[in-house]
């Protein structure tokens, strides 16, 4: 009887190991996958502009991301698919599998890269607030105020660890933080300081606020892909070099955030294609 049991524990264990590999061959394939199915899922935000939102016109999520996430495509030799998402949904959506990649202003932390793995860096911002023109100008002045921040991003953390004695009160989108803002519910809202910007230049009462000249975080981004496809991730680092490298990010950035704005521009790749 012994003998039999444990017979079968290691007939077992052999198909649990052949079901973990099996697995792993599975998920480290991303790349293949993608180019037989002939298309990339790109998670990107469709209310967070300038890089990403829905076009009034043509009804398609269009930005600074976007053109990325095409860029990318076009490189892998696929169609894409854009697939809307949040701040708090954005790693979800790439864990189960119902996207490829994320490029979706997502900043790279420690934490997050426990999870998911980062491209280089393309690029580069930071944390600011948005306030009414006539509020204080330092930030140390909100230490204990009601802030907005969208809900699961680096914002929402860094207020908790600038300011602990504040309160902290998170929306789904930046669009949403400025009505409490507007609204009085808030006293200042933070987000990275291009989409302040942009969100500050849409607004039909734009004259009614400012955004403050400190940063409250420096913040670099870079595009999220599932653990262990290092060869998805070595090919979206090279074409990220090339789009670098031949001048077509300078152009994307132009296009959304103008070649004389004052906001961080983009990194300078200095990362070997592998």
Known sequence: MATSLHTKNIVALSALALLS????????????????????KVATFDANPPFGAIDPKTHDIVGYDVDFAKAL????????QLVATNPAN?????QSGKVDLIVADITITPERAQVIDFSTPYFVTGQQFLVPASSPDKLDAYSKARIGAVKGTTGEQALHQRFPQSRVLAYDDIPLALTALRNGN????????????GLLAGAPDKAKFKILPDLLSKEEIGVGVSKGESALLNKVNAELVNLEKSGEAAKIYDTWFGPQTKTPAPRSFTIEAK
């Open 73 to 80: 495509a076009k490189s892998l030799g696929v169609k894409l």
């Open 90 to 94: 954005r790693i979800p959506l790439l």
């Open 186 to 197: 808030v006293q200042a809202i933070t987000q990275d300081s291009t989409i302040l910007a």
């Open 21 to 40: 590999a099996l697995s792993f061959s599975a998920q480290a394939d991303k790349l293949a996958d993608i180019k037989a199915a002939g298309v990339v």
